[in-house]
């Protein structure tokens, strides 16, 4: 019981310096629980969608839902007789034929496209009896005719959309206008999809190509039955291939599709929380630190009237824990904000998410505590082991005397040893000949140098602290010169604050040179193999069009349009070995719009008659040569023999490893009907016609706003732009671990400050102005701040660089280090330093200097 009061009363005795600790827990456990609570929430929300949608049964094409936007355009269909079938069955209530398709875009009369920006699906689909389980018709009726539509309520308010307004639906199998005869509802959350539905017979005609055919069958049973029952039922009646799924299995099917994509989110976020958990453990070691060494006079006493060792580690651990139960429930409950606010993030982005979905599981809470607690606790670990070796005899030095004012030889020793096998790890890595070899090399160099700088920084922080001071302090005079020694004062302390910024930063310098290199190296290859001046592709990752297609072709002052298809095929080597491929099936041309090296034949010979060329990977695996027959069986087509005429080299990443062949010769083996649209396409303008080429492509798809038409420096910087986005969100992701450390510099200046109370009164008494005060504190600060980055920075750049030596085996060999960002970064680092001096150094210069010179 004394342990705790004593406790209790120092931890409420220095609220004020446990302030920032506290909000370095609360952050850390803020962005654990807000991401927890986030993810939660949208796996509540598609579970209620996939349970409103599904049908008791649902029966459709074996195979069908592999793909949302299968390579015709069309999904795989029923005919519509089998309607009629599965209503025999014993059990069925209702059996409806539905139509549901994903590969249309919904464009309004200004052309603009009302799909989501967020990724989610456009689906167009028939308006039947068992759509009204999730959705009600909320304005207007339903569809009657070709020329109406009914549209979902979220996307007719986010674009504006009235009843009367014009809908054009681009499909494979034309264009269809009609106008909106009425909007419907959801009942539960819309995560984002935009939904539009026709009549049957329009829906069957416009998405499947001609009537009486269905893409699934939605089937109802009778009370009393259960849903295994009716599938089994169901099947009886069936002869052939169907898929046959009940409401929980297609409910479970949406959810692991689903469930993929927020796993990665949700780790990825987890693991930068983690990060910033890691940084607020280097400002709770200083804060508990610099308490233990401002509290050795009253430690001393205590263990001279009595107190054991035991109960003086005790005190302090019981401190760290009040600090990490109220950081920790302050951090579970920022974190259900920071969930909030992300959710409104998501919906700016086009992802609806409602806060009456809102998910706050009990172990969300658990996890938050522990995690906040246990981290406190084993960070103040440490200083509360050397609290509890402060002797009696302490009580009569002065409070505040740094016992570790150089860095012990036995830490500087295993400090160097750590990097120098973190360092020796890197050097392997780069020497490895597979990436995925090297890659764990990689991590291993990257965990042993980061910690290896942590465990030397105090040795670190003597040479370089002096180093900066030099070019940095230097110019200040006696005022610089004041600010570099108490940067010195104690390189243990400056180390581990430094540290704390360090981190963050390797991994931006890390981050960015990859990203710079990724950039470089996709130039350079697109410079030396792509010829084609144009390329054209769908933004979504549609196929293209035949409609588009045809308008490509007859674009004026173009020397030839260039089709590129992926063709699914079993392929069967000499050997007897089969193996799944996709084969392109390309116009001659591409071989002058990718210019591909080989190792055997010539590439052009591919192009003839029952002919293809493999990648170099695939004839080693398989031992085939030039010459050699393949058996290509092509999927919803015949068998072909085909012979091999080149075998193309696995340098690079451009098409690596892509088979081709003629695409006349695929049209010889698969039905047109089958033929998958083209995924990419490319143009060659005529001689000195780029220009004017380039116009008439634009215009010629300027009725179909999901397909971009670029020529070669539009492609490259669209590549930088989508690697910038991406570096830009793992930014703004590190910037929590950045602010955390620099919490830590201001911690760390404000601790010092009081530390140094007495020290700062003389000063002040013997000449110091305020004003010279606070510049020493912010001169303290940035040396701290640069002393950081620059250790961040450097090895950053050797793991980018390091990192880069693995991405030359996968082709991309250009290494690119981003000067401008470094520095910027780096100069940024000094004003984040004289930022964390604000308070602090206010606070010194309203110090009463004879209360100062009185302080103990």
């Keep these: 019981m004394t342990v705790w ?13 446990m302030a920032l600790s506290a909000v370095a827990v609360l952050l850390s456990v803020a962005f654990v629980s807000g991401t927890l609570v986030f993810t939660d929430t949208m796996n ?21 839902g592999d793909d949302d936007n299968p390579g015709t355009g069309k999904p795989e269909s029923l005919p519509a007789s089998l309607v009629e079938k599965v209503a025999k069955a014993d059990g069925v209530k209702s059996a409806q034929g539905a139509v549901s398709s994903m590969s249309v875009t919904v464009v309004n009369s200004k052309n603009k496209d009302m799909g989501s920006s967020s990724g989610a699906p456009t689906i167009a689909g028939n308006w039947t009896e068992n759509a009204l389980k999730s959705m009600e018709i909320t304005s207007g009726h339903a569809p009657r005719g070709p020329t109406e539509v009914m549209v979902d309520a979220d996307t007719a308010e986010k674009h504006g959309l009235r009843l009367g307004d014009e809908l054009r639906t681009i499909a494979v199998t034309g264009d269809l206008t009609a106008k909106i005869s009425g909007i419907a509802s959801f009942k539960v959350t819309n995560p984002g999809a935009a939904i539009v539905y026709f009549d049957t017979a329009t829906a069957q005609r416009e998405l499947l190509g001609k009537e009486g055919l269905f893409t699934h069958i939605s089937v109802t049973g009778t009370d009393g039955v259960s849903d295994e029952q009716l599938k089994r039922n169901v099947a009886a009646t069936l002869d052939g291939p169907f898929k046959l799924q009940t409401a929980k299995e297609a409910a479970d099917a949406g959810r692991e599709e689903v469930g993929s994509f927020l796993g990665v989110m949700k780790y990825a976020m987890l693991g930068f929380a983690g990060i910033a958990l890691l940084v607020g453990i280097f400002l709770i070691v200083n804060t508990f630190s610099m308490l233990v060494a401002q509290r050795t006079r009253e430690i001393g006493l205590m263990r001279a009237i009595g107190s054991s060792r035991k109960q003086i580690n005790r005190s302090v651990l019981v401190e760290a824990l009040l600090l990490g139960i109220v950081g920790s429930i302050a951090g579970v409950a920022a974190g259900v904000g920071l969930a909030v606010g992300l959710m409104k993030l998501m919906g700016s982005m086009g992802m609806q998410l409602s806060t009456q979905d809102l998910t706050v599981k009990w172990t969300t809470p658990v996890v938050g505590l522990v995690l906040g607690i246990v981290v406190t606790v084993v960070a103040a670990y440490v200083p509360a082991r050397r609290a509890g070796k402060v002797s009696p005899m302490a009580a009569l030095r002065d409070a505040g005397t740094p016992a ?10 295993i400090g160097l040893l750590l990097t120098a096998a973190g ?9 490895a000949d597979k990436a995925s070899e090297g890659s764990m090399f990689l991590g291993l160099g990257v965990v042993l140098s980061l910690i290896g700088f942590v465990v030397i920084g105090p040795l670190l922080a003597g040479v370089v602290v002096r180093v900066i001071s030099v070019v940095v302090l230097r110019m200040f005079g006696p005022v610089g010169r004041l600010a570099e020694r108490n940067a010195l004062r104690n390189p243990r302390r400056t180390g581990a604050t430094g540290a704390a910024l360090m981190i963050g930063l390797a991994l931006v310098a890390c981050l960015s040179v990859v990203g710079s290199s990724m950039v470089a190296s996709a130039t350079d290859e697109l410079d030396r193999s792509v010829g084609a001046d144009f390329i054209v592709q769908s933004g979504k990752g549609q196929l293209i069009m035949p409609q588009v297609e045809k308008a490509l072709k007859s674009a004026p002052h173009i020397e030839h349009v260039t089709s590129y298809k992926g063709v699914e095929a079993k392929l069967t080597a000499p050997g007897g070995k089969a193996e799944d491929e996709e084969i392109v099936a ?31 990977a695939y004839a080693k695996r398989h031992g085939v040569k030039v010459g050699d027959t393949i058996k290509v069986a092509f999927k919803h087509g015949r068998t072909a023999g085909l012979k091999l005429a080149a075998i193309t080299s696995d340098d690079g990443n451009v098409d690596k490893g892509a088979m081709y062949t003629n695409i006349t010769t695929a049209a010889q083996y698969v039905p047109a009907d089958k033929m998958p649209q083209n995924m990419i396409m490319f143009a060659k303008a005529e001689d000195g016609k780029e220009k004017e080429a380039y116009a008439a492509l634009k215009a010629s798809v300027a009725e179909y706003p999901q397909y971009k038409v670029q020529n070669q420096t539009d492609f490259k910087q669209d590549l930088k732009d989508q690697i910038g986005q991406l570096l830009n969100i793992v930014y703004g992701l590190l910037a929590l671990a950045i602010i955390v450390a620099v919490l830590g510099v201001v911690n760390t200046l404000a601790l010092s400050v009081v530390e140094r ?37 450097g090895l950053g750049m050797g793991w980018g660089m390091t990192a880069q030596k693995l991405l030359a085996l996968e082709g ?45």
């Design 44 to 64: 509540t929300t598609f579970d209620k969608l996939f349970a409103a949608t599904a049908s008791d049964v649902s029966v459709s094409p074996k195979g069908s």
């Design 423 to 431: 360092a020796a790890a890197l050097l392997v890595s780069t020497q």
């Design 586 to 616: 390309a116009d001659p041309t591409y071989a002058q719009d990718l210019r591909r090296e080989t190792v055997a034949g010539e590439l052009s010979a591919a192009y003839g008659k029952n002919a293809m060329s493999v990648g170099e």
């Design 757 to 793: 109370t007495r020290e700062i009164g003389l000063m002040r008494a013997i000449g110091l102005s305020r004003r010279q005060l606070r510049r020493m504190i912010r001169l303290e600060s940035v040396v701290i701040a640069l002393f950081g980055a620059l250790l961040g920075l």
């Design 812 to 856: 991309l060999g250009v290494l690119e280090i981003p000067w401008p960002t470094i520095l910027t970064v780096f100069v940024g680092s000094a004003f984040v330093g004289l930022f964390a001096a604000l308070v602090p150094a206010f606070r010194a210069g309203r110090m009463n200097v004879l209360n100062a010179i009185a302080t103990e």
């Design 404 to 413: 570790d004012g150089r860095a012990g030889w036995i830490r500087a020793g």
């Design 5 to 17: 009061k004593t406790s209790m009363r120092n931890f409420l005795a220095h609220k004020g310096r």
